[in-house]
Structure formats: C-alpha cells, structure tokens
C-alpha cells in the first residue's frame, strides 16, 4: 500500500525567513502534487510535478521532485502571513492504469507564520 | 474558484439516515472524484468516475455509493450513517481520465452525523 509522509506537521514559520516541507512516499511514482488548503476551505492546487527532476516556482513556492528517493519538498522563501495555510502533498501511484487518478495524500503541514 | 460546485454546503442528520451529495464538474471535465477528510483519517480517495462509468475505487464503505450522470454530474449517497461517516467530502474533476490530471477540488459539503 502507498504511503505518503509529510513532515513536518506543524512549522511555525517567521516572516522573512525560509523553510522547507519533505514529502516522502513508498512506491514508485513519478506524478506528484502539491495542493494548499486554507481553513474550512477546499484545496487549491499549486504544483504538478511530472518527472524526476523537476522543479516548479510561483512567487515564494518552489517545489521539487526526487524519484529515485521518492521525495518531494516544498520550499518556502521569505514567509510572509499569507502563506499561513495547510499544505498537501499527493501521490498518484503510476504502476498500473487502474491507480491512475487515485491520489494518495499526506497528511499535510499546517504553517502558521507570524512577525 | 475552482469551477467545481458541490451542494448542499452543510448537512446535518441523525444516524441511521441516507443523505445525497451532489457534484457539479468544470466545464468539460470528464472525471469525478469523491474524497471524504476527516481528522482522524486525514482525506481519502473513495471513487472516480469518468464519463459515466466507474473508473477506481478507493476506501469506499459499502454503505456508500456514487453514480454519475449524462450530463456528467456526480451524485455520492450515504446510506445508515454512522456517527464516524461525519466528514467534509470534497468532489474534485478532472479533464480526463486521470494520468498526470490536475483535480481541481470543489467548495465541499459538511457532513454532521448526530
């Protein structure tokens, strides 16, 4: 069974400063996402990655994917309070066509950011 | 917005009861996805569907059960609701059939069991 581990689950971030989020998962996948969810709201997709290798940036958001260690991050440059939010990441398995679609989530990361 | 609209916002009912959510998709998105969150079990997948036609399947309870219409909205029932069934249940569309497709999430519906 796929399992998908964030960590950590909790950063409490200063603004200015930056971090990282890992996302580590089980089995082979080269299809992964990453989504934030703001509270009582739904999710908002902010990155597919879709090969080793690759790497996508929006504003203060880069992620990364890692195939052959099964590991994504999510790195976070000069916080700022609205980045404050859950953040997912989501696997789709791709050995068989029947896992197609069926994201596996982690956990996710809630980020609280603060002066 | 994601284009995804899901009805009602918020349900409450008692257990032993049936209740129907229902899912809009985006415009020309041929795949639903059913996702329920809760916090002990963090979100699942529970079942796609792709034009029409059950595509996967997931944790989905028996109890549970989904179909999709022509018109390519998707309808989720719960039926003897427990008071473990109570959740946020997200719907998400893609454009096809799921490989490498982003889903885009709807509002999703509360669901409180009592």
């Known amino acids: 069974e796929l399992k998908v581990e964030q960590n950590p689950l909790f950063l409490s971030m200063q603004e200015g400063k930056n971090y990282t989020i890992y996302c580590n998962y089980s089995?082979?996948?080269?299809?992964l996402y990453w989504y934030r969810q703001d509270p009582g709201k739904s999710l908002e997709s902010l990155f597919v990655?879709?090969?080793?290798?690759a790497v996508k940036q929006e504003g203060r958001l880069m992620a990364s994917l890692d195939t052959k260690a099964r590991l994504s991050t999510l790195h976070i440059t000069a916080a700022v309070h609205d980045l404050s939010a859950t953040y997912f990441c989501?696997?789709?398995?791709?050995?068989?066509?029947?896992?197609?679609?069926?994201?596996?989530f982690g956990a996710g990361t809630q980020v609280v950011v603060t002066p | 917005d994601s284009g995804v609209t899901q009805t009602p916002k918020h349900l409450i009912t008692a257990t032993g009861q049936r209740v129907t959510l229902r899912c809009s998709p985006r415009?020309?998105?041929?795949?639903v996805y059913w996702y329920q969150q809760s916090l002990d079990q963090g979100l699942q997948f529970l079942i796609q569907?792709?034009?029409?036609?059950?595509?996967a399947k997931g944790n989905i309870l028996e109890r549970f059960s989904a179909q999709q219409f022509p018109d390519l909205h998707s309808e989720l029932n719960l039926s003897s609701l427990e008071l473990g069934d109570s959740a946020l249940y997200f719907c998400?569309?893609?454009?096809?059939?799921?490989?490498?497709?982003?889903?885009?999430f709807g509002p999703g519906t509360r669901l409180t069991v009592l």
């Open positions: 998400a569309s893609s454009a096809t059939s799921g490989y490498t497709d982003t889903q885009y």
């Open positions: 089995t082979t996948s080269d299809r």
């Open positions: 990655l879709l090969s080793n290798g």
């Open positions: 989501a696997v789709e398995p791709s050995m068989t066509t029947d896992s197609w679609g069926k994201l596996q």
């Open positions: 415009s020309g998105d041929l795949s």
């Open positions: 569907y792709y034009n029409g036609e059950e595509r």
